[in-house]
Nanobody, 124 residues
């Protein structure tokens, strides 16, 4: 499966963005999908994930501000980001896998397929 992340941009603190992860090549409904981000000089970190069942998982610091969802008919997973802060500035990546286990869902190591990333910049 090929992934294409989009929707990033420049936004003021307190604003919102919706990122999209569009899949091609195979039906997206058979994949668990995660969002990760990487800021300059920092390691890639987990943001949120959604399983094939629709169950969702979030990094603790993102709960309440970020919402992950999927539209299998459109082969797309979304990340709605509200109340953005300057520290949310990063490149955001979507990733997918068919065989990831729940205990590994927040680990980038276990995702086989990655999109190219989309830049999110939050100004203060």
């Amino acid at each position: 499966v090929q992934l294409q992340a989009s929707g990033g941009g420049l936004v003021q603190a307190g604003g919102s963005l919706r990122l999209s992860c569009a899949a091609s090549g195979r039906p997206f409904r058979s994949y668990d999908v995660g969002w990760f981000r990487q800021a300059p000089g920092k390691e890639r970190e987990f943001v949120a994930a959604i399983r094939r069942s629709g169950a969702t998982y979030y990094a603790d610091s993102k709960k309440g501000r970020f919402t992950i969802s999927r539209d299998n008919a459109k082969n797309t997973v979304y990340l709605q980001m509200n109340s953005l802060k300057p520290e949310d500035t990063a490149i955001y990546y979507c990733a997918a896998d068919q065989t990831i286990i729940l205990s590994s869902i927040s680990s980038a190591l276990y995702y086989d397929y990655w999109g190219q990333g989309t830049q999110v910049t939050v100004s203060s």
